[in-house]
Nanobody, 122 residues
Framework: QVQVVESGGGLVQAGGSLRLSCAAS????????MGWFRQAPGKEREFVAR????????VYADSVKGRFTISRDNAKNTVYLQMNSLKPEDTAVYYC???????????????WGQGTQVTVSS
């Protein structure tokens, strides 16, 4: 079992950057694929990015491609989401998730964090 805790959210102006972190507990962290999702007010949760257990395979949503970078440090049991060139439409609660399947659907992930708020002002 894995527990994940997100951090690094906050308020930033459009064009700015933030780095989210997702710290995971458990000795088997490096066996899990990791994903970032987000949910804006009044909208459904959507996929942002995912990274395979080894870090060798990454996938991004079209809306963040070229601006966001997902990475992981298995020695530190941590996944990161570097967010650059932020836009007001990136405002959402960002969630980290762990799962054994490598997919972009929420159902691919078994373990979820509580989320961290990202607000981008115009």
């Amino acid at each position: 079992q894995v527990q994940v805790v997100e951090s690094g959210g906050g308020l930033v102006q459009a064009g700015g950057s933030l780095r989210l972190s997702c710290a995971a507990s458990g000795r088997t962290f490096n066996m899990y694929n990791m994903g970032w999702f987000r949910q804006a007010p009044g909208k459904e949760r959507e996929f942002v990015a995912r990274i395979s257990w080894s870090g060798g395979n990454v996938v991004y949503a079209d809306s963040v491609k070229g601006r966001f970078t997902i990475s992981r440090d298995n020695a530190k049991n941590t996944v990161y989401l570097q967010m650059n060139s932020l836009k007001p439409e990136d405002t959402a609660v960002y969630y980290c998730a762990a799962g054994t399947a490598f997919g972009s659907r929420s159902s691919s992930y078994s373990y979820w964090g509580q989320g961290t708020q990202v607000t981008v002002s115009s």
